[in-house]
C-alpha cells in the first residue's frame, strides 16, 4: 500500500455525511454502524478520519468503494465523481479530448460549447465542491481549542490541531476558488453560520476576496515546505494556490495581480522541495508517489480507494481494449470513450505524433509528452460526409496516464493506483513565466530559463539526459507559445479551459474541432461561440431549494 494513504482513506470508516449541499446544511449519520456526531470527535483519530475525509471528497464518490452510498444524493456517482466532473467542463470544452460517451448527461454541449442550466454534467463540480466545502465547515466547526478541551483530547492534539485547521481552510478555498472560476458568483457558506441556515450568494468578487484572504492566512500557517505526511499539503501548496489564484485575477474581477502570481510560483520552484521529476512520463504512473514533483496528490489506490473518477477515469476512457495488446496499460477493462482532437496532436512535430509497435513508451521521441495512440485511428475526430458519430477510431487515444510501474510493471488491475497530482512544480515553473510576459519583475531571461527547464525534461535533453535539444530562444518565447506549452505539458491535468479564458481564446479568436457546431455532416471545423460560455450557469435545480440564488444573467 502506498506511503501514508490512511492518512486520507481512514475518512472512509467515520466520517459525517452532508445530505445535501445547498438545501440542507445539516449532516447526518451514514449508518448505524458507523460513528457520528460527537462520537467521532472522541479521538484525535476520529478528528484525523474527518480531516482525511476533507480530501477525499475530492476524489472518492460515496462510503462503498467505486458505487453505493454514495456522498451527494440523486446524481450519477460515477459520473460525478469531482475530477471526472471537472474533465467535462475543463478539459471537453476545449481543443483537448472529444469525449464520445455520456450525451444523456450533456456531455455533447461540452462538445459543441451549447449548455443551458439544466444539463447536467455541468452540475456535477457544483455539487461536488459545495460538499468538500460542507465538510471542512463542519471541521472547522468542531475543532476550537475549548472543544478538544471538553472533549479530552486537546493535549494529545495540541501541536498538531492549528496544520489540521489551515489544511480544512486551505481545502475550502481551494473549492471557492474553482467555484469563482466555473460559475462566478454563487452562494456562501462557512463555518461561522448556523447549520440549517440557507447561505445567501455572494459576487463574484466577493467570493475572489474570501478565496484570497484565506489562501494568504492559510500559507503562512501551513506546515513548512516537505513537513507534513504524503498527500497532505503544506506551505508550498498554499503558494501554488496563491499564484493561481493571482495569475487569473484579472480574468475573474479585472485585476492585475500578476507580480504576486510570479512572486508566489517563484517561492514554489525556489523552496525546491518538490523538483521536477527526472522523467516527465513518471508522474502519471501507478508508483507515482514517488515523484519528487507532485506538491498535492489526490491519492488513489485499487483496494482501499475504487472508484470510477479520478485517474481510474483517465486511464479507463483513454484507452480501448486493443491498445492493451500493444502496451501494457495496466487495467483489465476499459472504455475507449474519450479521444485527441486534432489541434492538440498537432502541438507536437508531425515525427512524434504516432505510436510506434517498436517503442510503446516513446523512447525514440523527441518530446516524450507526445503520447498518443494512432493504430487502427484516425488523426481526425470526424468522417467526411457525415454527422458527429460515436466511433472510438475517430481521433487518437490518448496513453498519458498509465497503471503501470516505474519498472514497466503491468498491474492489470479493475482499478488504477495513479494517485492524480492536483498541483505539481512544473505548473509553477510555466506559471512564473507567463506573469513575467505578462508585466512581472522578473526578468525575460528568468522566463525563458523556465520554459527550457521544462523542456530539457519532457525532451530528456540538458541535465535530464543525452537527448536532442528541444530548447527555444527568447524569440519564439511569447504568450502564445506558453499558452501552447501549458497544453503540452499539462493536457488533461483539468486546467485547459481556465488557460483558454485567461489568454482571451476560448469563445473566440481561436477555435478547434466541433466548437459551436450541431454536429452535422461537415459542421466539424470550430467557430466561435457567444461570450457567456466563459460561465458554466448555476445549476437549475438549485433554484427550487433556495430563494435567495440569482442566476448568471445570459441564462436566464
Not at 489564484?245 to 525556489?270: P, R, S
Amino acid at each position: 500500500m502506498k506511503k501514508t494513504i490512511k492518512y486520507i482513506l481512514l475518512a472512509i470508516a467515520s466520517v459525517l455525511l452532508c445530505s445535501s449541499c445547498l438545501s440542507d446544511l445539516d449532516t447526518m449519520p451514514l449508518d448505524d454502524n458507523r460513528l457520528v456526531g460527537e462520537d467521532v470527535y472522541d479521538t484525535a483519530e476520529g478528528y484525523e478520519g474527518v480531516l482525511a475525509k476533507c480530501y477525499a471528497s475530492l476524489i472518492m464518490t460515496g462510503q462503498e468503494g467505486p458505487g453505493g452510498n454514495g456522498d451527494v444524493p440523486n446524481i450519477d456517482e460515477g459520473y460525478s465523481g469531482y475530477t471526472r466532473a471537472l474533465f467535462y467542463l475543463q478539459v471537453c470544452t476545449t481543443d483537448e479530448i472529444l469525449l464520445h460517451a455520456g450525451s444523456s448527461h450533456g456531455t455533447l454541449d461540452m462538445l459543441y460549447l451549447d449548455w443551458d442550466s439544466s444539463n447536467k454534467v455541468l452540475s456535477y463540480p457544483y455539487y461536488r465542491l459545495f460538499m468538500a466545502i460542507n465538510y471542512c465547515n463542519e471541521f472547522l466547526r468542531e475543532t476550537t481549542e475549548s472543544k478538544l478541551k471538553d472533549r479530552g483530547v486537546y493535549d494529545e492534539m495540541e501541536n498538531e490541531y492549528e496544520y489540521y485547521i489551515a489544511e480544512a481552510r486551505f481545502i475550502r478555498a481551494y473549492c471557492y476558488m474553482m467555484l469563482c472560476d466555473l460559475y462566478g458568483s454563487v452562494p456562501f457558506v462557512d463555518e461561522t453560520m448556523k447549520i440549517g441556515t440557507m447561505p445567501h450568494q455572494k459576487t463574484r468578487r466577493e467570493i475572489y476576496d474570501f478565496v484570497v484572504a484565506e489562501a494568504e492566512d492559510v500559507a503562512l500557517t501551513l506546515k513548512e515546505p516537505g513537513a507534513n505526511v504524503y498527500a497532505r499539503v503544506d506551505k508550498v501548496a498554499g503558494w501554488f494556490l496563491l499564484s493561481r489564484i493571482y495569475l487569473n485575477a484579472e480574468t475573474w474581477v479585472g485585476e492585475n495581480q500578476y507580480e504576486k502570481a510570479y512572486l508566489n510560483a517563484k517561492k514554489v520552484i525556489d523552496s525546491n522541495k518538490y523538483p521536477l521529476a527526472s522523467d516527465y512520463r513518471h508522474i502519471f504512473l501507478a508508483d507515482n508517489n514517488t515523484c519528487s514533483e507532485i506538491i498535492w496528490p489526490l491519492v488513489q489506490d485499487e483496494t482501499h480507494s475504487p472508484g470510477h473518477a479520478g485517474t481510474n477515469f483517465m486511464v479507463k476512457a483513454l484507452v480501448n481494449g486493443t491498445m492493451g495488446t500493444y502496451y501494457p496499460t495496466g487495467v483489465n477493462n476499459s472504455w475507449g470513450n474519450a479521444r485527441v482532437k486534432t489541434q492538440l496532436v498537432d502541438l507536437f512535430d508531425v515525427a512524434d505524433q504516432t505510436f510506434s509497435q517498436t517503442d510503446i513508451w516513446g523512447d525514440n521521441k523527441k518530446d516524450k509528452r507526445a503520447q498518443f495512440f494512432s493504430t487502427g485511428h484516425t488523426k481526425e475526430t470526424w468522417i467526411p460526409g457525415k454527422s458527429f458519430q460515436k466511433d472510438f477510431n475517430n481521433g487518437y487515444a490518448c496513453m498519458k496516464w498509465r497503471n503501470v510501474l516505474k519498472d514497466g510493471t503491468d498491474l492489470n488491475a479493475s482499478y488504477t493506483s495513479i494517485d492524480f497530482p492536483m498541483f505539481r512544480t512544473a505548473d509553477a515553473y510555466l506559471m512564473a513565466a507567463e506573469a513575467i510576459l505578462r508585466g512581472a519583475s522578473g526578468t525575460t531571461t528568468e522566463a525563458l530559463n523556465y520554459v527550457n527547464e521544462i523542456r530539457d525534461r519532457a525532451y530528456l535533453s540538458g541535465a535530464y539526459g543525452g537527448g536532442v535539444s528541444g530548447r527555444i530562444t527568447s524569440a519564439q518565447l511569447s504568450l502564445d507559445f506558453i499558452l501552447d506549452e501549458r497544453a503540452r505539458e499539462l493536457h488533461t491535468e483539468l486546467v485547459r479551459r481556465t488557460d483558454l479564458i485567461r489568454f482571451g481564446k476560448f469563445t473566440s479568436g481561436y477555435n478547434w474541432d466541433w466548437k459551436g457546431s450541431d454536429g452535422a455532416a461537415g459542421n466539424y471545423v470550430g467557430r466561435d461561440v457567444n461570450n457567456k460560455y466563459k460561465l458554466f450557469p448555476i445549476p437549475q435545480d438549485e433554484f427550487t431549494v433556495n430563494p435567495y440564488l440569482t442566476q448568471n444573467p445570459d441564462f436566464m
